[in-house]
Structures are given as C-alpha cells and as structure tokens.
C-alpha cells in the first residue's frame, strides 16, 4: 500500500471479554492487514484485551482465519470481521462444569431447499457457534413454509436432540417470510428482548424491517436470525454470551442445566 492509498476503516465484531474489556461489541480500527487491525486493536483498549488477544480467534465473513496468516490477509473495509476469546481455557460462553451445549442450525430458504443457491449462512453459523464451544449436532435446510419450519423445530425440542437452536432466514417482510410466526407457533416462552437487542445491534437501519425473535421450548433457547451471513453473525454476536443464562433459565427440560 501506497501513502497516496487510504487506510480502510474495518467494523470489527468483539465476543465476550473482548467486548468488555473494549467497552463495545462493535468498533472501527484502521489497518490494512488483520495482523495490524488486532495489533492497533490491543494498543488501543489496554492490557486486558491484549492478554485475551494472545489466544484469541479471528474469522472474516464467517470463516476462521489461521493465525499464521493474520498478517497476509489483506482488508478493504467490506469484510465483517470478528475477534472471539479462545474456547478452551478461556471462553465466556462454556459452561464452567466443562459441558459443551448441543446446538442445531436451520436454514430456511426456498432456493437453497431446492439446490438453486448455495446456504451461507448456515455454514457461518456452525463455525461461529463450534468457535465459541457449543457443540453442534444438526443442521438442515428447509423452505419458507411455515408449517415445515415450525414441524423441524418443534421435532429437535421436543426430542432434545439440541439445547439452542438457531435459524437463518425467513425473518423479513416479504411474502414467504414466515419464520417468526412458526417459531412463536411452538414456543412456549417468548424472549422479545433478545429480538430487540439484536435489531439494536445492528447500525444498519434497514435492520428495523427485520422482526426475528426468540423464546423456549421444552428447555431448549430457539433463536432466529437474518438470511443474510453478515446480519446473521453480527446478531449472533450480539445475543450468544446470553444463550448460557437462557438456558439455564429454561430449566434445562431433562438434562442439568449448566452451572454458572
């Protein structure tokens, strides 16, 4: 990079004792590699956040970055990038009883369904969700019908085949966008406030035309998220370090809820 050539300003998500030690889930850091972005990144939020940086985990659009090669990979300022404390010995979401939490993953789209597109989301999820210590056992893809969507999260509930089950899509204002009203069909418990805190999350303001929710089924945490791989994990981001709390809330519906 030239001195004629700008610095791309980077949006940097941050996980747990990152987020807390940085004050924010969210920051802007300019640097031209990932190497620089966590270098300037430690310098500016002190010595706790560089400690926890030390082991800490990077993915790019949903993919975990090696980091032997933080300082090649080059950035433009589109990416989404975010920085996740190391899972084992580390991360704030494990259960301290060293319990992994199943999870399940469900894509709901009707082009993906049909092979027409190839699922994004789904992926990213499973990736960030396995990066963070949760165990994940399911996916599948389904189409936007509401009765599918609500018969495939009601089937890993009631059989506790997960404790947290995320899905992807379905969460606009079109048509065929029916994943709120099927999840809330088979709720038993509706937590609107992690709908709420997710639209928040977001400094895109087309993020208000999103109406995902949440809630409990039979002890286990249903999430819903955008179709979009970078609003899905920048509202993962935002409500993953309650899912523990959730759940252990919930109660658990046959199996001990994790200690906190």
């Known amino acids: ?17 990152l987020r807390e030690a940085a004050g924010s889930g969210a920051v802007k850091i300019a640097a031209s590699n990932l190497q620089e972005l966590v270098n300037k990144a430690c310098e500016e939020f002190g010595v706790e956040f560089a400690a926890v940086c030390e082991r800490a985990v990077a993915a790019i659009d949903g993919e975990t970055i090696p980091r032997s090669e933080w300082h090649s990979t080059l950035l433009t300022g589109a990416e989404e990038i975010a920085l996740l404390p190391p899972v ?5 979401y494990a259960p301290e009883t060293g319990e992994r939490i199943s999870a399940a993953v469900l894509t709901v789209s009707d082009r993906g369904f049909r092979g027409e597109t190839e699922d994004t989301s789904g992926p990213a999820i499973v990736e960030l969700l396995e990066s963070e210590g949760f165990e994940v056992i399911a996916t599948d893809v389904v189409p936007d019908d509401e009765s599918q969507i609500a018969e495939k999260i009601r089937g890993w509930a009631d059989f506790q085949t997960a404790r947290l089950i995320v899905t992807t899509g379905g969460t606009g204002l079109g048509p065929r966008d029916v994943t709120p009203e099927a999840t809330r ?4 418990k509706e937590a609107v406030g992690l709908g709420e805190l997710m639209r928040r999350s977001s400094d895109n303001p087309r993020s208000a035309l999103s109406r995902q929710t949440a809630g409990v089924r039979n002890g286990c945490l249903v999430i819903n998220l955008p179709g979009s791989r970078a609003a899905a994990i920048e509202c993962l981001v935002a409500v993953v370090g309650l899912v ?17």
């Open 1 to 17: 990079m030239t001195d004629s050539e700008e610095v791309p300003i980077n949006k940097v998500l941050l996980f747990a004792s």
């Open 88 to 92: 084992s010995g580390g991360s704030d």
């Open 185 to 188: 069909a088979v709720l038993e």
């Open 244 to 260: 523990d709390h959730a759940i252990h809330a919930a109660g658990g519906a046959g199996h001990e809820a994790p200690s906190r």
